[in-house]
C-alpha cells in the first residue's frame, strides 16, 4: 500500500529526557491520572481542514505547502488519497478521534445532487477506514461559509433560497455524520454575523437561524442520529460581529429559543480569546450552565487580534483548562480537537508531527498539573473557605429565599459594618506556580 509517510514510525511516548523530537516527552496514552488513563481524558482529534487541506494561503500570497497525497488532478483522486494519507497519519500519531467538514472529504460537484453523491462515494471509504484503524468521528461539520453562494451567511441569509441550500447541505451532513459513527455534529456559524446595520434586520436573522437549528433537531430525531449537537462560539471574523460571539451569547439564544436542551458548546481557545475572555472562562461558563461539550485545542497570539489557530504550546493555559474541565466531571461526547496549523513557512510533512506532538505534550503536561491541583484540594479547600459564610444562617436564609430587603435592611443596621476579607490572588498565583 502506498506510504504518504514513508520515514516516520509510529510516535511513541519516551519521557521528558528522550532527545528525540518525534516522542512524546509527557503524553503517555495509557498512564493513569485520577484513575483514568491519559488517553480516555484527552480523546485527542486531528482536524482536516487544516492538517490536510491547509496550503498556507494568506491575504498575501498563495499557498506554500505543496502535499504528494493533494498532486492529483482529478478532485476525486485527490479526495481519496487524502483520506488515505489521514488514516496514515492518526494511526502514526495514535490519536483515535478527527473531525471534518462535508467539504474537506469531498470536493462539490455542478449540484447539489452530483456533490451528496461525491460525498457518499468517500465516506463509504472512511467507514472502512475507521473500522480498520479503530478511529471514530469526534464530530462532522458543514462548510456553509466558504462558497461565495454563502457570502451574506447561510442561516442568516437575506434570500430563503440560500438558507434553503444552506438546510439542505447541513441535512447531508448530519445524516453522514451518523453513517460514520459521529460523536458529535458542531455548528459553527461561518457568516452568520453582519457586517453593517444599514442593510441588515438583525432580529430577523436570529429568528432565521433559530429555525434552522430547530429544524436540525427535529432531523436529528427523525433520522435517529444520538450523536451531540454543540454550536461553536467566536466574536469575529469573517463577520465583524459574528451572532455567536461567545458562551454567554450562545446559551442566551439558546434560552431564547428553546433550545437549550438541544446543544452544548465548543469551546475554541483562541475564540475565547478573540472574544476578551480566557479560554477557561469559556470553558467554566460553559460548565456552569450543564454545557461544557467539546474544546477546540488551538492558541492565538498575543500580539495579534486575528484567528492564527496556533498549536497549544501555553502550560498555564492546558493546566487551567484541565483543572475546568476535571472540576466538571470530564469530557464526555467531546474531545480536544486541534483546530490549529502550520506556519506559512512550515512546509515539511514533518511539520504536521512536531506540532501535534507540541500540542499533546502541553495538554499532557496540563492535565497532570491539574490533576494534582485537584488532588491536593488547593483552590477548591480555599473557594470553600471563601464562601463559608454562605453556608451559615444569614447566607443560607439568602440562598433558600427565606430573606427580603426589609430583612437584610434590619439585618444590617443591627450588624454594622462587616468584615471585608482578602482575595490573596497574589498568593494564589505563587502556589499555583509552585505547581507548574
Ligand atoms: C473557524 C472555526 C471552524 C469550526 C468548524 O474559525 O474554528 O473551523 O471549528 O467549522
Ligand atoms: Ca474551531
Ligand atoms: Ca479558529
Redesign the pocket.
Known sequence: MKTYFPNIEKIKYEGKDSKKPLSFKFYNPDEIVMGKTMADHLRFAV?Y??TFKGTGSDPFGPGTIVRDFASASDPMVQAEETLYAAFEFFTKLGVKFW?F?DRDIAPEADNLTETNARLDKIVAIAKKLQSDNGMQLLWG???A?SNPRFMNGAGTNPSPEVFAYAASQIKKAIEVTKELGGLGY?F?G?REGYETLLNTNMGRELDHLAMLMKMAVDHKNKIGFTGQFYI?P?PK?PTKHQYDFDAGNCLAFLRKYDLINDFKL?I?A??ATLAGHTFQHELEMSAINGALGSI?ANRGDEMLGW?T?QFPTNIYDTTMAMYTVLKHGGLTTGGL?F?AKLRRASTDITDLFHAHIGGMDAFARGLKIAAKLQEDGVFENIITQRYAGWDKDLGQKIETGKMDFDALEKFTIENGEPIVQSGHQEMLENILNTYI
Open positions: 482536524c481542514w487544516h473531525c467538514h461539520t458543514t462548510n461559509f458542531v459553527w461561518g461553536e467566536k471574523e465548543n475554541e483562541n475564540h477546540d484567528d489557530d480537537n483546530d
